[in-house]
């Protein structure tokens, strides 16, 4: 079976550019996350989507951040216009439900340089 | 809020000692408790859960017990491996006032052969 997919791996940009962030999740699985991990610390959510509907974004700057998950299968997060302290890991993760007992499968991750 | 506090690393260890990684969180609710693991170059993964009080997970030689009256989830091992050798993530899942998942901040361990 194949894992959560992400890409690109790296990626570097000048402040004020815009980047995007693909993500496919394990097929079958209903709920996509999209977490970020600065360096040294835990992953913090930043957008969960049961099927193709946001049920938390919360956390998610919406001023410059935006997230989609069409036909509820895989997802793009984007960032525009990048800022330095946005440099991080952007994680992926997928679930086959919402319930608290659920494991959730990452993906390898992003790692995002900003400049 | 709800919060997960771990040890702070890194920890080194020699191969074949006892690894104890302490973790404790403050939750409204009912959460259910994870480790998962981070092994370099890869993603991270679950290594045990439990989801509910006196639980007791285990993978790998690894266990952890639910202990709801200290509020704690602490990972053991009787005996490490350099391939143990990773980043270790206490972690919370709770639906009281709302779904909710929440990462401590990890803990490296070195096991030296």
């Known amino acids: 079976e194949a894992g959560v997919v992400q890409s690109p791996r790296y990626k570097i940009i000048e402040k004020k550019q815009p980047v995007a962030f693909w993500c496919n999740p394990i097929s079958g699985h209903n709920t996509l996350y999209w977490y970020r991990q600065n360096l040294g610390q835990g992953p913090e959510l930043l957008i969960r989507y049961e099927n193709e509907e946001a049920v938390d974004d919360s956390q998610l700057p919406k001023d410059r951040f935006s997230a989609e998950r069409l036909k509820g299968v895989d997802s793009t997060l984007k960032i525009q216009p990048a800022e330095l302290g946005d440099s991080a890991v952007y994680l992926c993760?997928?679930?086959?439900?919402?319930?608290?007992?659920?494991?959730?499968?990452f993906g390898p991750g992003t790692r995002l340089t900003v400049l | 809020g709800d919060s997960v506090t771990q040890m702070e690393g890194p920890v080194t260890l020699s191969e074949e000692a006892f690894l104890t990684i302490n973790c404790t969180y403050t939750a409204t609710g009912y959460p259910s408790l994870f480790w998962y693991v981070q092994y370099p170059g890869e993603g991270l993964q679950l290594l045990l859960k439990?989801?509910?009080?006196?639980d007791k997970g285990s993978n790998k030689g690894f266990e952890a017990t639910y202990r709801k009256e200290t509020t704690s989830f602490h990972l053991e091992k009787g005996s490490v491996q350099v391939s143990d050798s990773a980043v270790y993530f206490c972690a919370l899942s709770d639906h009281t006032g709302g779904f909710k998942t929440i990462f401590g901040a990890g803990t490296r361990l070195f096991v030296k052969a």
């Open positions: 439990a989801t509910k009080a006196d």
């Open positions: 993760a997928s679930s086959l439900e919402r319930g608290v007992t659920d494991t959730q499968y």
